[in-house]
């Protein structure tokens, strides 16, 4: 198994890769990320803040990641340290969130509704979207 960001393993194939949490890992999981401002606590008019049904822990930002850009449970749970039903409980939480089916459609919406950045692969989580 190869990382999908930072160090890759000699061998690897650059097609299939997974997440690895810390430094090198998600998007989402380094320390850059700014927490954008709530919505609703003032006239601000900050169209650019994510509803709160769209916004997304950091943990979650790395599954939505690893999913995105096709890696499988297991190889998820290896790199993020989880159990694969640990897995598949944040997935289900986030096609329950994103009210979708399936993880296809889990990507589309997160793609349509700009949660996953368009142009770059593999896809990462906007800063904007995740607490």
Request: charged share 20%; net charge positive.
């Amino acid at each position: 198994m190869t990382p999908l960001r930072g160090t890759s393993a000699t061998g690897a194939t650059p097609a299939r890769r997974t997440p690895v949490p810390g430094g090198d890992g998600c998007a989402a999981a380094g320390p850059a990320r700014r927490r954008p401002a709530r919505r609703g606590g003032g006239d601000s008019g900050d169209a650019e803040t994510p509803p709160c049904e769209e916004r997304l822990t950091a943990l979650d930002a790395c599954i939505l990641e690893g999913v995105a850009a096709g890696a499988s449970t297991a190889e998820l749970a290896a790199a993020l340290y989880l159990s694969r039903q640990g897995v598949e409980y944040h997935i289900g939480l986030m096609l329950r969130q994103f009210q979708v089916p399936n993880r296809a459609a889990l990507v589309s919406r997160a793609h349509s509704l700009g949660v996953l950045s368009v142009g770059t692969w593999p896809p990462r989580v906007v800063a904007d979207f995740v607490e």
